[in-house]
C-alpha cells in the first residue's frame, strides 16, 4: 500500500520559505562561501540587494581593478626590541622614499583604494589596530612605485615580519586572497572590513 501525503501551503507561507533561499543562492553565485561567512550583515545585505538588482558588486567575476597598495610591517608591540628594530626600519623606509614631514602623513582613511594619490605613512601602532592583532606600521604605495618599494623593504626587513596586500575595495579578498607575507604569516581578523565591493570607501 502506498501512502500518499499531500502538504498545502499558504501563499505568504511559501514565500517565506522560497525567499531566503532564493536570495542566498544568488548571493553564493557572485560570492564565494568563504567570503560571504568572513562579511559582516551590512555587506551581506548589500551584496544582495546587488545582486538581485543586477548591479556588479562581486569581488570575484570579473576580477576588481587594483587600485593601489600597503606594506605593512608586523612585530612584536609588547616587545621593546622588537619595537625599537620596527621603528628604526620604519625611519630608514621614509628616508629611502622621501616621507619625512607631516605632509607625507596618510590622511586618507586605511582601507580607501585612492586611485592616484601619492605614496604616505600611516601611524604605526604598537597595540591591535584594524584587523592586526600586533603592532605594525604600513605605508600606501601606488602601483608604479610597488617594485621599488617591495624591493627594498624585503632587503632591509631582517628578522621582521612583512605583509603586502592590494586595494581594490574588496578589502575581504585583498587581505585574505590577494596578499603576500614575508616571513611569518601572521593571522589577521577580516571580520572588521566594512567595503567588500569593487571601488568601495570605508568611512573610517
Not at 553564493?28 to 545585505?45: E, T
Not at 629611502?96 to 582601507?111: A, D, H, Q, S, V
Request: proline content about 9%; hydrophobic content about 40%.
Amino acid at each position: 500500500t502506498t501512502l500518499l501525503y499531500t502538504i498545502k501551503f499558504e501563499p505568504c507561507e511559501m514565500l517565506r520559505i522560497l525567499l531566503p533561499l532564493s536570495l542566498f543562492s544568488v548571493a553564493l553565485s557572485h560570492y564565494h562561501i568563504h567570503d560571504w561567512n568572513a562579511m559582516n550583515p551590512a555587506l551581506k545585505l548589500r551584496g544582495l540587494l546587488g545582486a538581485v538588482a543586477g548591479v556588479n558588486d562581486s569581488c570575484d567575476d570579473p576580477l576588481p581593478e587594483l587600485f593601489s597598495y600597503h606594506i605593512h610591517v608586523i612585530f612584536w608591540g609588547q616587545n621593546p626590541d622588537r619595537v625599537a628594530m620596527a621603528m628604526d626600519l620604519r625611519q630608514r623606509f621614509m628616508e629611502r622614499f622621501e616621507l619625512l614631514g607631516e605632509e607625507k602623513n596618510c590622511t586618507i582613511t586605511p582601507g580607501d583604494p585612492a586611485p592616484g594619490h601619492e605614496m604616505c605613512a600611516f601611524d604605526p601602532h604598537t597595540e591591535p589596530y584594524g584587523p592586526f592583532l600586533q603592532g605594525e606600521f604600513a605605508f600606501f604605495v601606488p602601483p608604479h612605485q610597488l617594485q621599488e618599494t617591495t624591493a627594498w623593504m624585503l632587503q632591509h626587513r631582517g628578522i621582521l615580519d612583512m605583509f603586502i596586500h592590494p586595494n581594490s575595495g574588496c578589502e575581504v579578498n585583498d587581505h585574505t586572497k590577494w596578499n603576500t607575507y614575508a616571513g611569518a604569516k601572521w593571522p589577521i581578523d577580516p571580520t572588521i572590513f566594512s567595503c567588500n565591493y569593487p571601488g568601495c570607501k570605508p568611512k573610517s
